[in-house]
């Protein structure tokens, strides 16, 4: 008795889910960074009972204001998902170390190197996406891509090739077959292939 009922709103779309994100902080007279939200989003989709939950908790452990995204990668980092993006993103940046650090400490928390290759293609996948919008070969609406996302990858885009590109896919190939093979190599083909797309893909 006397808790607050939440409007379960239709989250099909992405834009759908960041407005129903900014809107629980809002409740809660609370802000948060767009591409901490957009984060959020990406890692729990439509799960409206988790958006709730990890908003809610977000708001009770930090007195930040606005919820940034430092603090979102931080507070998830057990998270395998969570992690994954977290690394594919220093490797995105081209911080290859940083990226091997984390991975090495998702790995000995238990995360299955699988899921941060998993996660290492979904990154390409949006950059390889950003080049075709920004090489005007598609539209932003075509490129199917959280516009928080996108736009932060776009950030990401220097030094890429068509052939740099097909490269790092190639390595993941590899790597994910390594993995389900269940070599004792996998850690090896992780850490090759945040290497590489640090580098991209040379």
Same mark, same amino acid.
């Given at each position: ?18 407005? #129903? ?38 708001? #009770? ?107 790092? #896919? ?33």
């Amino acid at each position: 008795a006397g808790a607050s009922k939440i409007t379960v709103p239709d989250l099909k779309k992405d834009d759908a889910r960041l407005n #129903f994100v900014l809107s629980l902080f809002e409740r809660q007279n609370r802000k948060v960074e767009p591409a901490a939200a957009a984060r959020i989003v990406e890692v729990l989709g439509g799960k409206t009972d988790q958006l709730a939950s990890l908003c809610s908790q977000l708001c #009770f452990d930090f007195e930040d204001n606005p919820i940034t995204l430092k603090i979102v990668d931080q507070y998830l980092i057990s998270d395998p998902q969570v992690t994954g993006f977290f690394v594919a993103d220093k490797a995105a940046q081209g911080n290859a170390g940083q990226a091997i650090l984390a991975s090495r400490r998702a790995v000995l928390q238990g995360v299955d190197p699988i899921a941060l290759i998993g996660a290492l293609a979904v990154k390409m996948r949006i950059i390889a996406k950003a080049i075709a919008v920004k090489n005007g070969e598609i539209s932003n609406a075509q490129a199917k891509v959280n516009p928080w996302a996108l736009k932060m990858a776009m950030r990401d885009l220097g030094g890429w090739s068509e052939n740099g590109i097909r490269k790092c #896919f190639m390595c993941l190939a590899w790597a994910d077959e390594q993995c389900k093979g269940g070599t004792s190599d996998a850690d090896y083909a992780l850490e090759k292939c945040i290497s590489m797309i640090a580098l991209r893909g040379r």
